[in-house]
């Protein structure tokens, strides 16, 4: 872009336009009603767990502390995503603000870098509770849950304050569609004007502390748990200790394949139409199904559960 192409598209451009959802006018009504029921469900059940977690004396263990999180997390996620996804939907395609758009970008990003960190805390979690049983209840107190929780948030938000920073100093004037569903990282940056060879490298280091790095921790943390549970001698042993962890296992395998798969492969030609079918994912389906992962296999939960609707029909 000359000069002066890029003072006049700076004046001019206001904000951005979504692209997605344009071409199926017919079938719009249809994934608007998908997508808020998905989206309200999903409100519903992290709320029903953070519920249960802070109502019920029986889950006050750092698992279940840290399942809280989780759906904290997911339930700010999604939130920072589908109410503007909702609207795009339902007009056929909608316009935001650049500095609503880099507002979206910060939350979801820092949202989704504190979920891959406190994935992390909880495979530490179940490491120490399965290979370190005698030292957990010392090392695992209520004051390195909450240490870690904060930190979690603290470098992942000052991680994606320099990214949206960077971001916000850009010049756009190549273009003002954001091919993609939400205001997504690379889709941004590909309508910039502007050198940015810095940030990808900055890019790419964040990808390997926020992504890669957490990941190789969980599949050390995996493997020696595994080694422990096969060395258990009983089989109601191996089953009671491996219960506790599959389906934080799942949840991680689903989140990080994603992730892996989105930031860490070159997004191009029919890539890109995947990495965005993913970016949907990650963002929509995986907050709303997590809460069902756990509760399915967690007998506590379902006990707990139990007992919260009865105290609510009781008092009705």
């Given at each position: 872009?000359?000069?002066?192409?890029?003072?006049?598209?700076?004046?001019?451009?206001?904000?951005?336009?979504?692209?997605?959802?344009?071409?199926?006018?017919?079938?719009?009504?249809?994934?608007?009603?998908?997508?808020?029921?998905?989206?309200?469900?999903?409100?519903?059940?992290?709320?029903?767990?953070?519920?249960l977690m802070v109502l019920t004396p029986s889950l006050k263990s750092p698992m279940y502390f840290f399942l809280g999180q989780l759906s904290l997390y997911d339930t700010m996620l999604t939130t920072s995503i589908a109410p503007k996804m909702l609207q795009v939907i339902i007009n056929g395609g909608s316009t935001i603000t650049i500095t609503g758009c880099i507002s979206q970008l910060y939350f979801y990003g820092s949202t989704s870098a504190a979920e891959c960190l406190l994935l992390t805390v909880m495979?530490?979690?179940?490491?120490?509770?399965?290979?370190?049983?005698?030292?957990?209840?010392?090392?695992?107190?209520?004051?390195?849950?909450?240490?870690?929780?904060?930190?979690?948030?603290?470098?992942?938000?000052?991680?994606?304050?320099?990214?949206?920073?960077?971001?916000?100093?850009?010049?756009?004037?190549?273009?003002?569609?954001?091919?993609?569903?939400?205001?997504?990282?690379?889709?941004?940056?590909?309508?910039?004007?502007?050198?940015?060879?810095?940030?990808?490298?900055?890019?790419?280091?964040?990808?390997?502390?926020?992504?890669?790095?957490?990941?190789?921790?969980?599949?050390?943390?995996?493997?020696?748990?595994?080694?422990?549970?096969?060395?258990?001698?009983?089989?109601?042993?191996?089953?009671?200790?491996?219960?506790?962890?599959?389906?934080?296992?799942?949840?991680?395998?689903?989140?990080?394949?994603?992730?892996?798969?989105?930031?860490?492969?070159?997004?191009?030609?029919?890539?890109?139409?995947?990495?965005?079918?993913?970016?949907?994912?990650?963002?929509?389906?995986?907050?709303?199904?997590?809460?069902?992962?756990?509760?399915?296999?967690?007998?506590?939960?379902?006990?707990?559960?139990?007992?919260?609707?009865?105290?609510?029909?009781?008092?009705?």
């Amino acid at each position: 872009c000359s000069p002066d192409m890029i003072e006049m598209n700076q004046t001019e451009v206001a904000g951005f336009v979504f692209l997605e959802f344009q071409s199926l006018p017919n079938i719009n009504p249809l994934l608007f009603s998908i997508f808020l029921v998905v989206y309200t469900l999903t409100l519903m059940g992290n709320m029903t767990i953070i519920a249960l977690m802070v109502l019920t004396p029986s889950l006050k263990s750092p698992m279940y502390f840290f399942l809280g999180q989780l759906s904290l997390y997911d339930t700010m996620l999604t939130t920072s995503i589908a109410p503007k996804m909702l609207q795009v939907i339902i007009n056929g395609g909608s316009t935001i603000t650049i500095t609503g758009c880099i507002s979206q970008l910060y939350f979801y990003g820092s949202t989704s870098a504190a979920e891959c960190l406190l994935l992390t805390v909880m495979s530490y979690d179940r490491y120490l509770a399965i290979c370190k049983p005698l030292h957990y209840n010392a090392i695992m107190d209520l004051r390195l849950q909450v240490s870690l929780v904060v930190w979690s948030w603290f470098v992942s938000s000052v991680a994606m304050l320099c990214i949206t920073l960077f971001i916000y100093n850009l010049e756009f004037c190549a273009s003002s569609f954001i091919d993609h569903y939400y205001c997504e990282l690379f889709p941004v940056l590909n309508l910039s004007c502007s050198e940015h060879a810095i940030f990808d490298l900055v890019y790419f280091l964040l990808t390997i502390a926020f992504v890669l790095f957490p990941f190789l921790i969980i599949l050390f943390t995996y493997i020696s748990i595994c080694v422990t549970i096969f060395g258990i001698s009983t089989t109601t042993g191996k089953q009671k200790s491996f219960s506790t962890c599959s389906s934080h296992l799942i949840v991680v395998s689903m989140y990080y394949v994603t992730l892996m798969t989105i930031y860490m492969t070159p997004s191009k030609g029919q890539l890109i139409n995947i990495n965005k079918t993913l970016s949907l994912l990650y963002t929509t389906v995986a907050p709303f199904i997590n809460p069902i992962i756990y509760s399915l296999r967690n007998q506590e939960i379902k006990r707990a559960f139990s007992v919260l609707i009865s105290i609510y029909l009781t008092v009705n």
